[in-house]
């Protein structure tokens, strides 16, 4: 199985500052007959379900604001939050959907406010 | 509006059996392959199982495979999660979800999510 690790465990940011996570995978995840990253990330709020935000490593989802972006390619990768904001506070999942299932999650990133 | 509501959840026994549902509304079910991934109380996320849009192919992490079975009923728009020999490490929020499309093609994220549901093991 491939395995995602993220850094840090944990993140707190001044609001209006830039919050940045880290997904390692243990093998690339880059397609390499698309070059595509087959790489997505996910915000969990207290409560709630995950949400997506982002997918072939750098494709928002259609509705989440562009402060989100993603970034990198094989097997190092980065969520920016560029400007961040109160509802921002969250913990943040990468994930691959490279190999056939069962796909793989990080461990999850909290992200808070400092 | 995509929507996608669990059922099913509850207390069990260590040893039992339990079977979740998951309704689907608002898209063509029957076109999507759909997920179950799952979430201890205060831990990550971890996936449990797939099954494509017609259910020919059904796939399972290691921590489940044998003890859980997936299936879906397209007549009824409904996935399901027949859950066996349950232990103390199966307790957790089951989510159903989605899989993602773009371009013609559905790939492995997940797009929509369901509110979830508790499994509890416990005598």
């Known amino acids: 199985d491939i395995v995602m690790t993220q850094s840090p465990d944990s993140l707190a940011v001044s609001l209006g500052e830039r919050a940045t996570i880290n997904c390692k995978s243990s093998q690339s995840v880059l397609y390499t007959s698309n070059n595509k990253n087959y790489l997505a990330w996910y915000q969990q709020k207290p409560g709630q379900p995950p949400k997506l935000l982002i997918y072939w490593a750098s494709t928002r989802e259609s509705g989440v604001p562009d402060r989100f972006s993603g970034s990198g390619s094989g097997t190092d990768f980065t969520l920016t939050i560029s400007s961040l904001q109160a509802e921002d506070v969250a913990v943040y999942y990468c994930?691959?959907?490279?190999?056939?299932?069962?796909?793989?999650f990080g461990q999850g990133t909290k992200l808070e406010i400092k | 509006e995509v929507q996608l509501l669990e059922s099913g959840g509850g207390l069990v026994q260590p040893g039992g059996s339990l079977s979740l549902s998951c309704a689907a509304s608002g898209f063509t079910f029957s076109s999507y392959a759909m997920h179950w991934v799952r979430q201890a109380p205060g831990k990550g996320l971890e996936y449990v199982s797939a099954i494509s849009t017609n259910g020919d192919r059904t796939y399972y992490a290691n921590s489940v495979k044998g003890r859980f079975t997936i299936s879906r009923d397209n007549s009824k728009n409904t996935l399901y999660l027949q859950m066996g020999s349950l232990r103390g490490e199966d307790v957790a929020v089951y989510y159903c979800a989605r899989d993602g499309c773009s371009g013609g093609g559905c790939y492995g994220w997940f797009d929509a999510w369901g509110q979830g549901i508790l499994v509890t093991v416990s005598s």
């Open positions: 994930q691959q959907y490279y190999t056939t299932p069962p796909y793989t």
